[in-house]
């Protein structure tokens, strides 16, 4: 099999406990013949992968003649400069501390952990394990933790196939049984593309940003535009860069898988939609506030509110009337978007935010009967909707129906029979974001249209957004990949 993986190793010998494999060659062979008969992934188990070592040159050589490597050279140099720096891991101390909670004894203030291809033995760590794995992808990791204050890695190192014992070496195999299957691509079909495609998506969302009709409708425009697209989840992290773009269909945060994502594809040189500036411009509110305030872009009536500031809610609601909106900075699908009648429930709104976040955006009241929503890529309309709002509700998202999120109906229809301002504004306020995929929310009102949110990550659903364009909406976002790709 052409696609499947190579194993590099310095001595052969170090393979006896395991199933004899045609796909194991040392690591002077593979340096001093060039892998040409190979064209799949590596996996390098060098001993050392110190500077210039020989496993240092496996994984750099591999790079350079278009393989994939494990790990890929920039993780061999993120462990040797672990001193200088690391990479945060989201909930460290809490589940090391859960840990150490299990293990007899007086309390621990040192945890030694081996990680094979993401896994380890205890299986209070098998989370951490694979946050550290996908961090830094390194088949055999050997990672001390040290608690002074708080918890931290004293030290990460590749540890070497040889050095491990039995019950290690059980670990290994079937690590890299289940690390061959399910992370290594599968061996291509006849046709070949010119491109590959992540899509990454989460199928537990509850509003995802795509539909599985869409999913599979992006999956075959692709296809027309010589790219290969697959369905990623965050899972996929450490696979990334077997990728030549990254294109999110999930909700996406700052402090949130969708943004690292995001960040690794940037940093590696990957066409990405999102791309990680648009996810920081559009995600807060009010850095989006003071954007189209400094650009003189048309939005409600702003006013940033601080908690610290000790705001005067009789002098606000003064100067905005009642109704008037409260918005947290960082919710999506009018998730922490409230209204307050008077200034009893200004107070009690604003609190009850204050304790999501310690700045707030008040806005005055715009009550219509719809939103217009106007796509736009490479600064160009693409398509255009109207959403009304949720029934007997004054926002397109009702979250407190009987628990269940209710929107209103909609309207899909060509951008060319939407009223022209609209669109000259929604291109205005794109075109400070970037060149990516955006879906503008614009109210019509009486001084003209006005910008209510711009989002980096638009719903494209079945049905709804491609209601006017059908397959070709999906054909225009794909060739616009291509066309970035071909660049």
């Given at each position: 099999?052409?696609?499947?993986?190579?194993?590099?190793?310095?001595?052969?010998?170090?393979?006896?406990p395991y199933h004899p494999s045609q796909a194991i060659v040392s690591a002077t062979d593979y340096i001093s013949e060039g892998g040409s008969k190979h064209?799949?992934?590596?996996?390098?188990?060098?001993?050392?992968?110190?500077?210039?070592?020989?496993?240092?040159?496996?994984?750099?050589?591999?790079?350079?003649?278009?393989?994939?490597?494990l790990p890929p050279i920039s993780a061999i140099n993120d462990l040797a400069n672990l001193s200088q720096y690391q990479l945060y891991l989201k909930d460290l101390t809490k589940q090391l501390n859960k840990f150490v909670a299990t293990q007899a004894g007086t309390p621990a203030t040192q945890v030694n952990l081996l990680i094979c291809f993401g896994r380890c033995q205890e299986k209070e760590l098998e989370q951490l394990a694979r946050q550290i794995f996908e961090t830094y992808p390194c088949p055999i990791l050997e990672v001390e933790f040290k608690h002074e204050g708080r918890w931290f890695i004293s030290a990460l190192r590749n540890r070497p196939l040889s050095d491990l014992n039995d019950t290690e070496q059980n670990l290994f195999g079937n690590a890299l049984e289940g690390f061959s299957k399910k992370v290594w691509r599968k061996s291509r079909s006849r046709k070949e593309y010119r491109y590959d495609l992540a899509i990454l998506h989460d199928p537990e969302e509850?509003?995802?940003?795509?539909?599985?009709?869409?999913?599979?409708?992006?999956?075959?425009?692709?296809?027309?535009?010589?790219?290969?697209?697959?369905?990623?989840?965050?899972?996929?992290?450490?696979?990334?860069?077997?990728?030549?773009?990254?294109?999110?269909?999930?909700?996406?945060?700052?402090?949130?898988?969708?943004?690292?994502?995001?960040?690794?594809?940037?940093a590696n040189g990957m066409v990405v939609i999102d791309h990680p500036d648009a996810i920081l411009r559009c995600a807060n509110k009010v850095f989006l506030n003071e954007l189209l305030v400094k650009n003189k872009v048309p939005q409600p009536r702003s006013e940033l509110l601080v908690s610290a500031n000790s705001p005067n809610f009789t002098e606000i609601g003064e100067r905005f009337g009642y109704p008037l909106v409260l918005k947290i900075p960082d919710g999506s699908f009018s998730i922490g978007v409230e209204k307050a009648r008077n200034e009893e429930e200004f107070r009690a709104v604003a609190a009850e935010l204050f304790k999501t976040s310690t700045i707030l955006l008040v806005q005055e009241w715009l009550p219509t009967d719809f939103d217009w929503r106007i796509?736009?890529?490479?600064?160009?309309?693409?398509?255009?909707?109207?959403?009304?709002?949720?029934?007997?509700?004054?926002?397109?998202?009702n979250h407190a129906e009987g628990g269940r999120n209710k929107s209103g109906s909609f309207e899909c229809m060509g951008v060319h029979q939407v009223p022209r301002e609209v669109v000259k504004v929604a291109l205005q306020?794109?075109?400070?974001?970037?060149?990516?995929?955006?879906?503008?929310?614009?109210?019509?009102?009486?001084?003209?249209?006005?910008?209510?949110?711009?989002?980096?990550?638009?719903?494209?659903?079945?049905?709804?957004?491609?209601?006017?364009?059908?397959?070709?909406?999906?054909?225009?976002?794909?060739?616009?990949?291509?066309?970035?790709?071909?660049?």
């Open positions: 099999m052409q696609n499947a993986p190579l194993v590099i190793l310095d001595n052969l010998a170090d393979w006896q064209r799949g992934p590596i996996i390098n188990l060098c001993d050392d992968l110190s500077y210039l070592s020989s496993g240092y040159y496996v994984s750099l050589l591999a790079e350079a003649r278009g393989q994939r490597s509850s509003i995802p940003t795509s539909d599985k009709k869409a999913l599979q409708k992006f999956i075959r425009a692709a296809k027309e535009c010589d790219i290969e697209a697959e369905l990623i989840t965050q899972e996929d992290f450490g696979r990334l860069l077997e990728f030549d773009a990254l294109f999110i269909r999930e909700t996406t945060r700052i402090n949130h898988h969708t943004y690292h994502f995001a960040k690794k594809a940037e796509g736009v890529l490479n600064n160009r309309a693409i398509y255009a909707c109207k959403y009304f709002m949720a029934r007997n509700h004054w926002q397109i998202y306020a794109t075109r400070l974001i970037g060149d990516g995929l955006y879906g503008v929310d614009i109210k019509e009102t009486a001084r003209g249209p006005v910008i209510i949110e711009i989002n980096d990550n638009p719903s494209i659903d079945s049905g709804v957004e491609d209601l006017y364009l059908g397959d070709e909406l999906y054909r225009i976002i794909m060739s616009d990949f291509e066309r970035r790709l071909d660049e």
